[in-house]
Each structure stands twice: as C-alpha cells, then as structure tokens.
C-alpha cells in the first residue's frame, strides 16, 4: 500500500508504531522499521544521553529509516532535539505541546517533522509552521489525550490541512486502518497493539494487562490537571480518581504520577503502575512479531478497501 506517507518517510506500509514513553526502545522500533514500517524511540521523560544510546542502538540493528518521538513536557526536550540533529535521525514526532519553535532547526537539518495533534487549530498551525505531515491523535489512545474521538478528529483535520495526515487512536486491526483511511487519512500510528509485539521489552506484566483488557476496562484521569491520561483501570487509577474529587491541587496530583510508569513498564507493578494503553485494547489479545502485526494489519486493510462490497455482502444501487 502507497500513499504519500510512505514516499515521505521512505518506508514499506504507511504505519507508524507509537513512541510509547519507556516502551518504545531501540529493539521495538528496529523491529518494527526492519518489517516496513516507520519505528520510534521514545523521549519520553529520558535524559538526552539515554535518547542518543538508544538511537545508537537502534542503528545496529536496523539500516531502514526510524525516528525519536520527543515528548515536549520533558525538560530535556530540547537537548534531545539537539541530539537527534547530532544523530541524523530521519524523522521527529513530537507529543503532548507544540513545536513550532524547533521546526526550522529541524527541517535545515533534514528531518522530516511530524508533530502529534489533538486538534484541528494545532494542526492548521503546524502546517503554517513547515510539519511534513501531522499525527492526529483521538482521545480513544493511551497515555496523554486530547478531547475528540478519532472518528470526528479525522475528517476535519484532513478537510482543514492539505498535508498527509496520519491517524492516531484505536487503531488496530486492519478494519481500524481501512476506516481512517476512508476518513481522509493516509496513514497510521499504533501504539497499544505493539505494547504486545514480542520484540516489545516491557514486563509480562504489562502486557498480561493490555491482553486481558476488555473494552470498558481503561479510565481518564487527570483531566483536572490539563494533562489527562487514559491508562487500564487499576488500584492506581482508583487512587487518582479518589483524590480527583478532592479538588487537590493540581501539581501534588501531577507528583503522585511521577514514576508511575516506570513502575508499570520496569516493574510490572500492578498496583502502583500507569499501565496506559488506548480503548482499543479489549480487541487486543494476541501476542505476535511486529512483522507479523504489520502485515496482517495491512494485508486486511488492502483486501477490505479493494473488495469491501463483496465481502460484507452490500448492495448498490
Ligand atoms: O503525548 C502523547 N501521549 C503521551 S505523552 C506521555 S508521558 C506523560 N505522562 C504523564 C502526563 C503527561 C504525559 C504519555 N502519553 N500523545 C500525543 C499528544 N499530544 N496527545 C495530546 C497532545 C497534545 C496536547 C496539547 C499536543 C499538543 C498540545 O498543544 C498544546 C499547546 O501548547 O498548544
């Protein structure tokens, strides 16, 4: 499947895996680029040296294009960004802010520029300010959300920009990537589906989580904050939820937060872990290569988009 994605970034399948905080390391995203499509490291809250290994790693182990998904909360966001002009990394998304300062720097460096947006200002504003494509994000996803559903999302941001917009937020199956691309899409990112891939790191744990998830199973919290997080429902997202109806104030709720996911992802606590993971992790319930994700993923698509009445058996005209 071509679209002006995959001629962008140069990659096989117009899908790109989601740059997980603490998931998304050097061996999911070599994984995902060596099977055709675009994998991410993650920024996420790192130091810029950590980001630099991981990069270095990811370029052992892999010669096809990757990129490094900066999440612009993290204070160090900028040295990454630095560290990815050092790098030479191919592409940058970035999360959770806008980027229009970095952009320039970036696009004189060569780096393709896709920044993930909840909305369609954002999205008309990135593309004023010279992004290759956008990421749009409905709150369907994991970890930090914005307000619309991907169904909505979708169709007004690709009517209001003209380049290639990439959707975001349960997306996983080729069903799921055939619809988005009926919105005006011409790609995907996935995130929940490869939090299962076997060449994902993170503790059995975590997985055991997205894998036994039914679809009412993820909660909200933090819309207080200005920063919400959907995540699968745990003692954890019990506790927060508790303390969100005290009205705290919302920097002692933020610090509660801190370290959560590592606990999740590192220790597979399943307690006191942020185990984030979008709506659509009730479908997810196989562990399998990225490969084997990618293909099945696109291969369903290509067949539902090309023979779609013939195989649900509708009738026109
Ligand atoms: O960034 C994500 N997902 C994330 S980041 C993350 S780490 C984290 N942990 C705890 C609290 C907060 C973050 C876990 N998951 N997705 C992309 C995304 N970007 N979703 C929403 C946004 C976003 C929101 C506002 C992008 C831009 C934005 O702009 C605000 C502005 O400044 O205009």
Redesign the pocket.
């Known amino acids: 499947m071509k679209t002006r994605l995959t001629s962008l970034l140069g990659i096989e399948y117009p899908m790109i895996q989601g740059?997980?905080?603490w998931v998304a390391n050097a061996s999911l995203a070599s994984a995902v680029s060596n099977a055709g499509g675009l994998g991410l490291i993650a920024g996420?809250?790192a130091p810029a040296e950590v980001v630099r290994e991981e990069i270095r790693k990811a370029k052992s182990m892999t010669d096809k294009p990757f990129g490094v998904?900066v999440?612009?909360?993290n204070p160090s966001a900028e040295e990454i960004l630095n560290v990815c002009i050092e790098e030479k990394v191919s592409v940058v998304t970035?999360?959770?802010?806008?980027p229009g300062k970095y952009i320039p720097a970036l696009k004189e460096a060569g780096i393709k520029v896709i920044?993930?947006?909840?909305?369609v200002a954002?999205a008309k504003?990135m593309e004023r300010a010279g992004a290759d494509a956008v990421?749009a994000?409905g709150c369907e996803?994991?970890?930090?959300?914005?307000d619309i559903t991907t169904m909505c999302l979708i169709p007004q941001i690709a009517d209001a920009v003209s380049i290639p917009v990439v959707a975001?937020g349960g997306v996983a199956d080729g069903r799921g990537m055939a619809a988005v691309l009926m919105l005006g899409a011409e790609g995907v990112q996935v995130g929940t589906r490869f939090l299962v891939a076997k060449e994902c790191t993170i503790h059995q744990n975590y997985k055991d989580m997205v894998l036994k998830a039914k679809d009412t199973d993820s909660a909200v919290t933090?819309r207080f904050t200005g920063?919400p997080?959907r995540s699968v429902r745990n003692k954890f997202t019990k506790k927060l939820t508790e303390i969100e109806k005290q009205h705290l104030d919302p920097q002692i709720f933020?610090e509660m937060?801190v370290g959560s996911?590592r606990k999740a992802v590192i220790d597979g606590n399943t307690e006191e872990g942020?185990f984030?993971a979008g709506q659509i992790a009730g479908m997810v319930n196989k562990e399998e290569t990225c490969r084997e994700i990618i293909e099945s993923m696109t291969k369903e698509a290509e067949t539902l988009l090309q023979d779609f009445v013939k195989i649900r058996g509708v009738e026109i005209g």
């Not at 970035?94 to 806008?98: D, E, L, M």
């Not at 996803?141 to 914005?146: Q, S, V, Y």
């Open positions: 740059g997980m905080a996420g809250a998904n999440m612009l909360m970035t999360g959770a802010g806008n920044p993930v947006v909840p909305s954002l504003r990421v994000e996803a994991g970890g930090h959300i914005g975001a933090g920063h997080v933020e937060s996911l942020s984030m």
